[in-house]
């Protein structure tokens, strides 16, 4: 039977098993929403900004694992995606986002809202496309899906022209996708796995730093089922957080500008490195050039344009994480003549260990005003890792990352390579709905929870209850740290003058709001927002001028740290 | 150190922009660029010439098979492989000079394709140290307009080690 374009794409998306729609409706994808009433399945969620709709997308996927789905207009509809599509982009996060667009005659001829978003596009996506024949519709769905969640994931994007959505033909749906210019390499060569477990045994001082691609490529049991039994410490970057349990004894927090004195010093002094689904990012390596100075590296990616890009490796393995932490497992099992491997390491954990004795993460305690890493704290300690926390971006975000333990994979979301502020509260969103009887935290800035406030009114419609709390310094925090240690104190234009009421502008959304200024209050009051049902803010007035610490200055070795 | 890259590639519209977005993108360098079908439907053959120390190369030829419409790279550099580039040439050519740019153009095996009463325009076939060489020659008479294709390169069949 013959179907409109707009039939097949939603029968599409049903068929991917999509539950979850994040979107915002205009001219040119009408017919979409015409049709959408008929697929109760996909349930579609109204945001009030399209970049509240990618982040939650976004949020949706990091959750879950699977592929999120945003649709938006033409024109502005798009473009408002293009931060959020980027954002997805830098931390691999597998999203479909379908765009609608003027009729195919129209193109090119700067019709209204006609913008060339393949094009803007074309930069932060893995691949996208514009369906100019509706028979194509089919079979491009199917693979922007496959494209999104295999191999290295990403944001796929699809632009759909409003008369490809009226067309009408017989659609012919395919089962499965095979395609000649796409072949992702996931098995990890044994000769290269021999060596790793050859340089295991010949080191000393081994170091597993993890990167998000563990997350995606769900390899958290068997990096951790390596460490315990090897002995082996775990660092982590900001998008690995919750691969290892935080609560580990090998467990030394997270690496780079804000990561702990003895993850830092460790990286400085191993001499095998094994970076795992990692690729390397400035902000985790300061100067590149003292970065793991005395180590092999062993470097085991998906991508293998990761491996090689910022540092040389001595054994890179192109291939999936999980396939080969679990290749790797089975060699050491096979032909390693060690069998006490913790013994063989004790040393060197004994060394880690009085590094993270003599410098734990520390602030001073203060009962007003209310320091934010005492927040963070008292958050950890009434959720126990079981929430989801995300992050705005900024002081907040290296705080929660700080203070916060995490013992599973996807409990943390955070805008790690692109660093958007008005992350966090959309991704919250798009967590909750695929766990809504989950615990869903957004740790906030008092700057980044105003660039996506207006999501606020789609959390109270659909009764989202996503929890908000605001460490509100009355500063963009993280800048005006810059400016207070790089920059003599010039605070130019990072005071949040006339920041508004945030208990009475969660009122004004119909949500609940809570303030606090007293350490003693903290846990009382978190308390009850996270017993509340629907969405609260939670506003902490924290001290303005707290900074985050440890802090290794842009450009200098890992190992110079700026202590409390 | 001079890169050339044989790049085969699904034949659709944005594939171009894709590439050249990759270069422009990534701060890699592009010195020529040639592109058209091939004898099997819907691939295209890219030959880009490309320069850059090893790492940088290696990053070039990991993100060109990284693009999801790439079907094969192959860096021709440390292959045996044939180079040519075409140029079409026009050059004043009056009086006496007429006579000397043809000599130069039967020495170098080039062909006349065009004839004014002032100029000549030639067609060179050759590798790069061909044409270099005619360029640099007929310099001296006054080159007006100068096309090229930029090279195209295939892998020879026979290999030798
Ligand atoms: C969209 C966007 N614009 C600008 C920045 C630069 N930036 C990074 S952190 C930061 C301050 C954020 O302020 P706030 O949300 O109050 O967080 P705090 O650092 O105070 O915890 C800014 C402006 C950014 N990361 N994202
Ligand atoms: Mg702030």
């Known amino acids: 039977m013959e179907q409109t374009g707009a039939q097949i794409l939603l029968e599409c998306l049903f068929r991917e098993n999509v539950d979850a729609i994040f979107g915002f409706p205009g001219g040119a994808v009408i017919d979409i929403y015409h049709h959408l009433p008929s697929y109760p399945a996909l349930r579609h969620y109204l945001v009030r900004h399209e970049q509240g709709a990618i982040h939650a997308a976004d949020g949706y996927a990091r959750a879950t694992g699977r592929v999120g789905v945003c649709l938006v207009t033409s024109g502005p509809g798009a473009t408002n995606t293009v931060t959020g599509i980027a954002t997805a982009y830098m931390d691999s996060i597998p999203v479909v986002i379908l765009t609608g667009q003027v009729p195919t005659p129209l193109i090119g001829n700067d019709a209204f809202q006609e913008v060339d978003i393949v094009g803007i596009s074309r930069p932060c996506v893995k691949h996208n496309y514009l369906v100019k024949d509706v028979r194509d519709l089919a079979w491009i769905i199917k693979q922007a899906f496959y494209l999104a969640r295999t191999g290295r994931p990403g944001p796929v994007l699809v632009d759909l022209p409003k008369d490809i959505l009226q067309a009408k033909t017989v659609p012919n749906y395919p089962e499965s996708i095979t395609m000649r210019s796409y072949n992702p390499h996931l098995e990890p060569n044994r000769r290269q796995l021999r060596k790793v477990a050859g340089l295991l045994q010949d080191c000393k001082r081994p170091l597993f730093y993890s990167g998000g691609g563990v997350i995606s490529a769900g390899a958290s049991e068997e990096l951790t089922w390596l460490s315990r039994n090897l002995g082996i410490p775990v660092t982590s970057t900001l998008m690995g957080l919750g691969a290892f349990p935080g609560d580990d004894p090998l467990w030394l927090g997270m690496l780079g500008m804000h990561g702990t004195y003895a993850a830092n010093m460790a990286v400085g002094h191993t001499d095998l490195l094994l970076a795992v689904g990692a690729r390397f990012d400035d902000r985790v390596t300061g100067k590149v050039s003292s970065f793991a100075p005395a180590a092999k590296v062993v470097h085991i990616d998906v991508d293998p344009t990761s491996i090689r890009k910022n540092v040389n490796v001595d054994v890179p393995i192109v291939a999936d994480c999980r396939l080969a932490l679990k290749g790797l497992r089975d060699e050491i099992m096979a032909c390693a003549e060690e069998t006490d491997w913790p013994a063989k390491y004790r040393p060197w954990l004994e060394q880690v260990q009085t590094w993270q004795r003599d410098h734990p993460l520390q602030y001073v305690f203060s009962e007003e005003p209310i320091k934010p890493q005492f927040v963070v704290e008292k958050i950890y300690a009434l959720t126990k890792g079981e929430a989801i926390i995300t992050t705005e971006v900024g002081q907040n975000q290296m705080w929660a990352a700080q203070f916060s333990r995490f013992h599973r994979p996807r409990t943390f979301l955070t805008s790690g390579g692109l660093g958007t502020m008005g992350y966090g509260f959309p991704a919250a969103i798009g967590a909750q709905v695929a766990f809504p009887d989950k615990l869903v935290i957004d740790i906030a800035g008092d700057g980044s929870i105003q660039m996506n406030i207006q999501e606020m009114a789609t959390a109270v419609s659909y009764n989202i209850p996503v929890k908000i709390v605001i460490l509100n310094n009355g500063y963009l925090g993280m800048v005006r740290q810059w400016q207070e240690l790089f920059y003599n104190k010039n605070y130019c234009a990072t005071c949040m003058h006339a920041n508004p009421d945030f208990v009475k502008l969660a009122e004004a959304y119909g949500a609940t709001g809570f303030r606090v200024t007293r350490a003693g209050d903290v846990e009382d009051i978190l308390k009850q927002a996270f017993a509340a049902p629907g969405p609260v803010i939670v506003d902490v007035i924290v001290a303005q001028e707290e900074n985050v610490y440890p802090m290794v200055p842009a450009g200098a070795a890992l190992t110079d740290m700026l202590l409390v | ?161």
């Open chain 2, 1 to 161: 150190m001079r890169h050339v890259l044989s790049v085969l590639v699904e034949n659709e519209p944005g594939v171009l922009s894709r590439v050249v977005g990759l270069f422009s993108g990534r701060g890699f360098n592009i010195e020529t660029l040639n592109v058209g079908p091939t004898q099997e439907e819907g691939l295209s053959l890219m030959t880009i010439t490309t320069s850059g120390d090893e790492g940088i190369i290696e990053q070039i030829v990991k993100q060109l098979r990284k693009l999801v419409t790439v079907v094969k790279v192959v860096d021709l550099t440390h292959l045996h492989s044939v180079e040519r580039e075409m140029v079409l040439i026009k050059v004043n050519a009056e009086d006496a000079g007429r006579a000397e740019v043809l000599r130069i153009v039967d020495i170098f095996r080039c062909k006349v394709v065009d004839v004014g009463h002032d100029a000549l325009t030639l067609e060179i076939t050759g590798d790069q140290n061909k044409i270099k060489a005619i360029v640099n020659l007929l310099q001296r008479f006054g080159i007006k307009e100068l096309a090229r294709t930029g090279t195209v390169a295939l892998r020879r069949s026979m290999q030798m080690d």
